[in-house]
C-alpha cells in the first residue's frame, strides 16, 4: 500500500457517517443493488442494511465489488430483526409511502441518526415495514409514472442527506466518526488484502500499521503468517 492511498482511505474513513444507512427490503436485481451501494458510498454511508430470502442471497454475488469493498453490509432474516436493529441505535426509520401522513422528503432533518427502507422491485415496501417506519415520506413527480426506480429514488434521498449534513459540518474530518478497530480494520483490510486473508484464515489479529500504512508487526507476527498450514485430509 502506497502513503498516498494509505492517506486516501484515512480521508474517506473521517468522513463516514455511521448514522446513516438504508435498508434494502428485498431489491433483487444485482443493477439496482450495486447502485445503490455505490450511492451510499459516494455520500459517506458506513453500512447498508438489507433484507432477502435465503433463495435471493446470490443477488450479492451478482453486484459490483468495487463499492462493496467500502461498505459493509448487514443481512437480516426479516424486516422485524432489522427495523428493530436500527432503532435500538436511535434512528428514525423513514419509508417512501404515499399516505394521509406522507412529507416531501426534503423536509425531514437527516442530521438525525436516520434509517431509509427501500422496497423491492415488485411489491414495493410492504405493509409490515411501513407499520413499523416512523415517517412516510414522498418524492413529489407531476408526471405520468406513478414512481422511480429504487435505485433513483435512493439517490434522491441519500443525497438531500448529505446536503443536510454537509450544511451542518458533519463531514468535516476531524469530527471522529468510526471506532478507532472499526478503522484499523478497513485500513489493514484494503491496503493488505491478501495477508489480511491469510491473517484472518489463522485467527491472528492484526498488527499495527506505520504512519504510511506499512505493516509494523513483530518476528513472531510474520513467523505465524509465513508457516505451512496443515492440509486437510480429504
Known sequence: MTPERFQRIHEVL??????????????????????????????????????????????????????????????????????????????????????????????????????????????GITPEALAMADQDIIIPMVGMVQSLNVSVASALLLYEAQRQRQNAGMYQRERTQLPDETVHRILFERGHPVLAKVAKRKGLAYPPLDADGQIDADEQWWAAIQAIEPKKRK
Open 14 to 123: 473521517a468522513t463516514r457517517q455511521p448514522d446513516l444507512t438504508v435498508c434494502m427490503e428485498e431489491v433483487h436485481k444485482p443493477n439496482n443493488v450495486s447502485a445503490i451501494i455505490r450511492t451510499a458510498d459516494a455520500v459517506g454511508v458506513h453500512k447498508v442494511h438489507a433484507v432477502w430470502p435465503k433463495s435471493n442471497m446470490r443477488v450479492l454475488s451478482n453486484t459490483s465489488a468495487g463499492a462493496r469493498n467500502w461498505v459493509e453490509l448487514d443481512v437480516h432474516d426479516s424486516m422485524i430483526d432489522a427495523v428493530s436493529s436500527l432503532k435500538a441505535q436511535g434512528m428514525q426509520v423513514l419509508a417512501t409511502n404515499l399516505s394521509d401522513t406522507a412529507i416531501d422528503f426534503r423536509e425531514v432533518d437527516y442530521t438525525k441518526p436516520t434509517a431509509i427502507i427501500l422496497g423491492g422491485e415488485k411489491n
